[in-house]
């Protein structure tokens, strides 16, 4: 098993920044990715981001070039940094870690942009 434990996000204005942070315990040994997830009003959770240990993160076309994630292998975590954010992106935000077999999932925190 893999406790995930988010911390962070809250509100900001349109065009602003904030930053989540992450950090995995239990089996982390079974971890292969970690990134995040979110799921914003009438939608259905959609990948924001995920970064292998070996491979170039992935984004989601809609945070290309404003979110920013990197990992602290040393600490087990993974950090989100956003920045221009827009009100599309107020939500509720998952951090995720791919195991061999199936997904881990944070409690998730709130993110809420005002514009």
């Known amino acids: 098993q893999v406790n995930l434990v988010e911390s962070g996000g809250g509100l900001a204005q349109a065009g602003g920044s904030l930053r989540l942070s992450c950090v995995a315990s239990g089996n982390t040994f079974d971890i292969d990715a970690m990134g995040w997830f979110r799921q914003t009003p009438g939608h259905q959770r959609e990948m924001v981001t995920m970064m292998s240990t070996s491979n170039t993160p992935l984004y989601a076309d809609s945070v290309k070039g404003r979110f920013t994630v990197s990992r602290d292998f040393t600490k087990n975590a993974v950090y989100l940094q956003m920045t221009t954010l827009k009100p599309e992106g107020t939500g509720v935000y998952y951090c995720?870690?791919?195991?061999?077999?199936?997904?881990?999932w944070g409690q998730g925190t709130q993110v809420t942009v005002s514009s």
């Open positions: 995720a870690a791919r195991g061999r077999s199936f997904y881990y």
